[in-house]
């Protein structure tokens, strides 16, 4: 039997995540009330489950090897999952980060939260699911720098979830190589102001901001409805509205209070017959907590 740290047993709670808000492609994101649970456990070597390991979970523990040099500790993990997969919340950035956070703390924490982030971004390929999940609040990603702000209370996460499930890797396969000019200073307009009403915590100024040129024309055609919720979720006074991540969320932020845009939306979607879930979030302004257990 291999030696372990002492404390063999980890608790990882991750936040779910909602990222670029239309027009801050790949580099705004934001933690939300919802999360996924891990439990990761050292075992004895010679206990190892047979069974193929799920391929993300193998991915990630090689990278960790990889940056810190050295074998991993054997473990087990179950997950207690809220956030659903597949949807744009930030399903995969939870299970890279629970993963590489637990079997860290089993390691005795050979890297830093800025290294869990690098390992984890390179995986998922952009980092602005990781990052929020990994701090908390409202994050602005760039390469190799990150910034972050708390985000108030009494900003509403509304999340219509379909039943439609869109993967990320089909979905960014569909986006355009290039963008033109007038279209990509349009977004960087909308997103630097986005950010100051963040930063300042001036949400109200954030309505008609959402508009987007470099990905939602590619992948809302996928989700036929979203234009008739967009509408509807306008309407009844959201702040904004967008694809939450590759989709398939569509996500309306409300100030102050959510009930008129909850109640909307709940009509619209009964007068469409369209499946899925309303989830009324709230920011996370703590990220990724460990605890042993
Ligand atoms: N609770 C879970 N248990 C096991 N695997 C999971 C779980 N949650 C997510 N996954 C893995 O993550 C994949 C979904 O990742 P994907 O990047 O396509 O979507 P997402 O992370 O939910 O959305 P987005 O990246 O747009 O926020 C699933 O197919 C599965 O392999
Ligand atoms: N920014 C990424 C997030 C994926 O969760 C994308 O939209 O593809």
């Known amino acids: 039997m291999r030696a372990t740290n002492h404390k063999n047993r980890w608790l990882v709670k991750v936040p779910a995540t909602t990222t670029n808000f239309g027009p801050g492609f790949d580099t705004f994101g934001a933690a939300l009330s919802l999360y996924n649970e891990f439990i990761i456990e050292a075992i004895d070597d010679s206990l190892s489950s047979p069974d193929p390991p799920h391929p993300m979970v193998f991915e990630t523990v090689k990278a960790f090897e990889k940056k810190i040099q050295s074998a991993s500790i054997p473990f087990k993990w179950t997950v207690k999952s809220q956030i659903p997969?597949?949807?744009?919340?930030?399903?995969?950035?939870?299970?890279?980060?629970?993963?590489?956070?637990?079997?860290?703390?089993?390691?005795?924490?050979?890297?830093?939260r800025e290294e869990l982030l690098e390992i984890a971004s390179e995986l998922e390929g952009h980092p602005d699911n990781v990052t929020p999940a990994l701090f908390g609040g409202f994050t602005i990603c760039g390469p190799a720098k990150m910034l972050r702000c708390r985000i108030e209370s009494k900003l509403f996460f509304v999340a219509f979830v379909p039943q439609i499930e869109i993967p990320t890797e089909s979905s960014r396969r569909i986006l355009p190589a290039e963008i033109k000019l007038k279209e990509a200073i349009q977004n960087l307009q909308r997103a630097t102001l986005m950010a100051i009403c963040f930063f300042e915590k001036k949400y109200e100024t954030l309505s008609g901001l959402f508009v987007d040129y470099f990905h939602e024309p590619y992948r809302l055609p996928a989700i036929p409805f979203w234009e008739k919720l967009r509408d509807t979720s306008l309407k009844a006074g959201a702040l904004g509205f967008y694809l939450s991540g590759s989709g398939s969320t569509l996500m309306s932020l409300a100030y102050k209070n959510p009930t008129n845009v909850v109640q909307a939306l709940k009509e619209e979607l009964l007068k469409l017959a369209i499946p899925g879930e309303i989830l009324v979030l709230k920011p996370d302004n703590l990220g990724l907590r460990i605890t042993h257990c």
Do not use: D, H, K, T
Not at 101 to 111: F, I
């Open 85 to 112: 997969q597949a949807r744009g919340l930030g399903s995969s950035a939870s299970i890279r980060l629970g993963i590489l956070a637990g079997l860290n703390a089993l390691s005795g924490n050979p890297l830093n």
